[in-house]
Each structure stands twice: as structure tokens, then as C-alpha cells.
């Protein structure tokens, strides 16, 4: 799936639900995970389980999608069906989110440690290189 289309079911999923004021604490778990699946789907985030990928896409196909189970027209119950899907995906990609943030409070010291163990390895091997050349 394109991540950039993750993104965009993301924003009109948070734009729907926004209406309601039962899920604005809600929307920023529905934004990161939105962020998740694009990391997901972009193959940089390589650890949520393609099952839960799955789950949350569906959750957010059925949010944006206009055809729901109780239609989003009637008065106080028009969003209840969409509220519990979120409930849903929410409680599923709970455990995963926790999980996704400390990847991403990490992704700039994975790649600070990759980039020195790199240089640390090719003085190494030019070390090395040396050496043989000298015997």
C-alpha cells in the first residue's frame, strides 16, 4: 500500500472524528498510528505485525468510508459507530504504539551509532590495508 495514502485516510479519518467531541483526546493516537502504518508501508518500520497493519487499515477505510452501519446523518448516533471502530483500532495498535514511539525516539541514535560504526570500520580496514602493503 502507498504510505502516502495512509496519510491522507489518516488526515479525513482525524478530520471525520474531530466533529465529535467524545474522540478529541483520542486524535493524536489515530494521527501517530496513521504515521505508524506509513513507516509500516514505507519498510522503515519493520516490527508492527502484519496482522495489526491489516486491522488498522480496515478501521480506517471503514471511518472515512460514507456508507456506515448507522449512518452519519441521524442526530447523536449518526458517529457511534465510527467512535467504536476508533475504540477499536485504538485498543489493537495500543501495545504496537508504545513500541512505535521509543523506535522513534531512537531512530536518530541508530543512525548516529551506525554512521561512527562505519567510519570506526573503514579506518579498520584501511589500517589493514596498510599494513599489508608495508609487508
Same mark, same amino acid.
Given at each position: &500500500?502507498?504510505?502516502?495514502?495512509?496519510?491522507? &485516510?489518516?488526515?479525513?479519518?482525524?478530520?471525520?472524528? %474531530?466533529? %465529535?467531541?467524545?474522540t478529541?483526546? $483520542?486524535?493524536?493516537?489515530?494521527?501517530?498510528? !496513521?504515521? &505508524?502504518?506509513?513507516? $509500516?508501508?514505507? @519498510?522503515?518500520?519493520?516490527?508492527?505485525?502484519?496482522?495489526t497493519?491489516?486491522?488498522?487499515?480496515?478501521?480506517?477505510?471503514?471511518?472515512? %468510508?460514507? /456508507?456506515?452501519?448507522?449512518?452519519? +446523518?441521524?442526530?447523536?448516533? !449518526?458517529a457511534?459507530?465510527?467512535?467504536? /471502530?476508533?475504540? *477499536?483500532?485504538?485498543?489493537?495498535?495500543?501495545?504496537?504504539?508504545? *513500541? *512505535?514511539?521509543? +523506535?522513534?525516539?531512537?531512530?536518530? &541514535?541508530?543512525?548516529?551509532?551506525a554512521?561512527?560504526?562505519? !567510519?570506526?570500520?573503514? @579506518?579498520?580496514t584501511? @589500517? @589493514?590495508?596498510?599494513?599489508?602493503?608495508?609487508?
Amino acid at each position: &500500500m502507498d504510505p502516502q495514502k495512509i496519510v491522507n &485516510m489518516t488526515k479525513k479519518a482525524a478530520k471525520k472524528l %474531530s466533529n %465529535s467531541k467524545k474522540t478529541d483526546k $483520542y486524535l493524536s493516537d489515530l494521527k501517530l498510528t !496513521g504515521q &505508524m502504518l506509513r513507516d $509500516y508501508f514505507a @519498510k522503515e518500520y519493520t516490527l508492527l505485525s502484519p496482522s495489526t497493519a491489516f486491522v488498522a487499515v480496515f478501521a480506517l477505510i471503514y471511518i472515512i %468510508s460514507p /456508507v456506515d452501519i448507522i449512518p452519519d +446523518w441521524l442526530p447523536f448516533v !449518526g458517529a457511534l459507530d465510527d467512535i467504536a /471502530v476508533l475504540f *477499536y483500532l485504538l485498543h489493537t495498535v495500543k501495545e504496537e504504539l508504545k *513500541y *512505535y514511539k521509543l +523506535w522513534l525516539a531512537t531512530k536518530d &541514535m541508530r543512525a548516529d551509532k551506525a554512521t561512527e560504526l562505519i !567510519g570506526r570500520v573503514e @579506518k579498520y580496514t584501511e @589500517k @589493514k590495508k596498510n599494513a599489508d602493503v608495508q609487508r
